[in-house]
């Protein structure tokens, strides 16, 4: 059985990931998965960056645990089907189907992406205003359009951060990352 890792970018929901263990530990128990969960806790009062949590997750999970599979997901998508299993598939798996965002990184690497049934891939969001420090980001229209240029040397490779705390709860584990993230958007 593949060890899932489930990474959770964060900052200031506390309320939302109370719902999200409530909800997602039974399932995932349900699943009979092999798995741990990591938030991450952006640090500061920066512009936040959920992308560079998501990277700085993988590379911290990695270091707690020979992770082969790994789950990208906010703090407020709860499934509404059990169905949807929280495992690795062939193809990068795009498992919140009824909130289809930008998939096309994927493409450029010559991947397609996996999805379960649109019955299965039912999600609840938590209903939410937007965050401070959460604006949308002026530059994103910019930024995909060039993401086939930029791809080679924005993420992984170029990620920069330092851990601030690590707290392991029984239910999950807590990272506190500082990312440098910049005061708003200027400076992007
Ligand atoms: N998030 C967070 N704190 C914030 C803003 C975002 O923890 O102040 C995380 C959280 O996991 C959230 C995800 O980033 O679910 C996506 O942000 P948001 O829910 O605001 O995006 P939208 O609902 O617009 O997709
Ligand atoms: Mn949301």
């Known amino acids: 059985m593949p060890w899932v890792a489930i990474i959770i970018p ?3 929901r506390h309320e939302h990931l109370k719902h999200w263990l409530y909800f997602l530990h039974p399932m995932l128990m ?4 092999d798995y741990g969960v990591y938030v991450i806790n952006q640090d500061g009062e920066g512009v936040f960056n959920r992308a560079k949590l998501m990277n700085a997750g993988y590379v911290e999970a990695l270091k707690q645990n020979d992770y082969d599979c790994f ?10 089907d059990d169905r949807n299993i929280y495992k690795c598939f062939d193809n990068p798996r795009h498992l919140s189907v009824a909130m289809d965002k930008f998939n096309f990184r994927i493409v450029f690497r010559g991947m397609s992406i996996s999805r379960p049934d649109s019955e299965t891939g039912r999600y609840k969001m938590i209903k939410h205003h937007r965050d401070l420090h959460s604006e949308a980001n ?8 060039h993401t086939q240029r930029s791809m ?3 993420g992984i490779n170029s990620l920069k951060y330092t851990v601030k705390e690590i707290v392991k709860d029984a239910l999950y584990t807590f990272i506190t990352v500082d990312i440098q993230a910049p005061a708003n958007y200027k400076n992007i």
């Not at 789950?71 to 407020?76: E, G, N, P, T, Y």
């Not at 002026?138 to 359009?145: A, F, G, I, S, V």
């Open 71 to 80: 789950v990208f997901s906010d703090v407020d998508l709860v499934p509404l």
């Open 152 to 154: 080679d040397k924005d």
């Open 10 to 12: 964060f900052t200031n």
């Open 138 to 145: 002026p530059k994103n229209p910019d930024k995909l359009r």
């Open 30 to 33: 349900r699943q009979q998965l």
